[in-house]
């Protein structure tokens, strides 16, 4: 197997040293973008140290772990392994080192490939993006070595970018124009997601030595903060690949999360530990509360799928008790939506029927909780849906026992104070309501026309006639 390493890119927004510089060179470019000078770029939440977590677990075939850093920066809290190692601007910017300091992550991006030591093919990994499942060499390279691209849905903007252009926008449109320009072609090219990237220094040196793609490299790294003029060269790079044919389109399940100042941090995590096998986190709170941040910042250390991940299991499992086990004959789902074992849903129907025949109009959800303690299987946990006009109500049913298994069951419904139904199918409610209808209609008598009716209308016509 050819050695695979991993590169991050990181700053230290906090540093004082770094933050008086940023303003210093801001206020020298005029008519800066407000995006590309964001406080939220340079924001840490100790990304850096979770994500390298999930890469040991789940990648702990990399070869080795480059982190590039600002001159004079290093990050704390580092996972205690040999293989991790920091690299400063100055080491990799070579004959560029005049572009130095530089606050624009497309500069820092073209010179990646200079890393002493870094091998041909490495995975490019921003500080915010993470792995979620165990993922195999093959899952980013293919075996002759050459990376794979991972696509998006939707494709690079074309046109000329303007001033109210955001800047990672304008990165896009012009990656697409100077593909357009070489290659001779008309036609708009797909983004690809934001996560993980695998690359070849192969590549890179590919596209430096080219004439054309070489001289808007520079002028990016050039750049102290975003502009309108910059490509993005990972993205530049890879479709240089696809165009060459040194890089093969790829797939991935990815999630692109966005965290705000009034995010449901319960959900998003919810969201996260559901086995995709890339996701990331982007941090765009402008105001955030002390209290806000802090939540977030301990449901990084401990709700991510790597926390929940043992070695023995196949799967990784998620806060959702029903992913803790997988069934032999896989989920299904019974008559009232809940995901079971093939095997169980017989009982539980059974148990349903027998234990509640009555629910509400209005009920939602019935909630039924199942816990065997012979085989240790849990089901989906309970979810009440509150409504108007209902009251819950709790009952208890008497655990019934068997001289192979024991279980016990905590049913709770919402009974309405109005109505009470029998537990019926739809269809079957549908049918019964139609034939009532029907029947109705039947027995429902004729309306005559009283006499006075009848001498009114019979006026009018003679009236008419006349």
């Known amino acids: 197997m050819l050695p695979i390493d991993l590169v991050y890119t990181w700053v230290d927004g906090n540093d004082s040293v770094h933050a008086s510089k940023r303003r210093s060179y801001s206020k020298k470019n005029k008519g800066l973008n407000p995006e590309a000078n964001n406080v939220a ?10 994500s390298i977590r999930s890469a040991l677990t789940f990648l702990p075939w990399i070869h080795k772990i480059y982190i590039v850093v600002a001159d004079g920066q290093r990050p704390s809290n580092l996972p205690q392994d040999s293989r991790i190692s920091i690299v400063p601007h100055s080491k990799i910017y070579g004959p560029y080192t005049s572009h130095l300091p530089t606050f624009n992550s497309h500069s820092i991006e073209a010179h990646l490939f200079r890393i002493p030591g870094l091998s041909n093919q490495f995975i490019y990994s921003n500080d915010d993006t993470f792995f979620g499942k165990p993922l195999s060499p093959h899952f980013f390279f293919m075996p002759d070595g050459r990376p794979k691209a991972f696509m998006n849905s939707t494709f690079l903007r074309s046109g000329n970018p303007t001033k109210k252009t955001p800047p990672y926008q304008a990165a896009h449109m012009n990656v697409n124009n100077v593909l357009n320009r070489v290659y001779k072609s008309k036609r708009r090219r797909r983004k690809f997601i934001h996560q993980a990237r695998p690359v070849s220094k192969e590549l890179y040196e590919m596209a430096w030595k080219h004439p054309i793609f070489g001289k808007h490299l520079q002028s990016s790294s050039s750049s102290k903060f975003r502009t309108k003029t910059d490509v993005e060269p990972v993205c530049l790079i890879l479709h240089i690949g696809l165009e060459t044919r040194r890089a093969v389109p790829g797939s991935a399940s990815q999630l692109y999360t966005r965290i705000q100042d009034r995010s449901s941090l319960g959900a998003l995590f919810n969201r996260i530990n559901k086995g995709y096998q890339l996701y990331c986190i982007n941090d765009t709170m402008s105001r955030p509360t002390k209290k806000h941040l802090e939540q977030y910042r301990n449901g990084l250390r401990s709700r991510l799928p790597h926390h ?22 896989g989920w299904k789902r019974n008559r009232l939506g809940r995901r079971v074992g093939r095997s169980q849903i017989r009982s539980t129907s059974q148990r349903v029927t027998k234990v509640t025949p009555k629910r509400t109009r209005s009920l939602s959800r019935t909630v039924i909780r199942n816990v065997s303690a012979s085989r240790k299987k849990i089901q989906t946990p309970a979810k009440i849906v509150r409504r108007r006009n209902t009251t819950p109500h709790v009952k208890s049913a008497k655990s019934t026992t ?9 049913i709770i419904t919402l009974r309405s104070r109005t109505h009470m139904r029998k537990l019926k199918p739809r269809p079957v409610r549908i049918a019964r309501l139609a034939e009532r209808t029907r029947r109705k209609r039947k027995s429902r008598p004729v309306k005559t026309p009283s006499s006075k009716t009848t001498t009114k209308v019979l006026k009018k016509l003679r009236l008419l006639r006349t």
Do not use: C, D, F, V
């Open 308 to 329: 929940l991940y043992s070695k023995n299991s196949s799967e990784i499992p998620s806060l959702s008790a029903s992913n803790l086990t997988t069934p032999r004959g």
């Open 41 to 50: 770029r340079y924001r840490s939440n100790n990304e850096l140290q979770e």
């Open 402 to 410: 068997s001289p192979t298994t024991s279980h016990s069951s905590l």
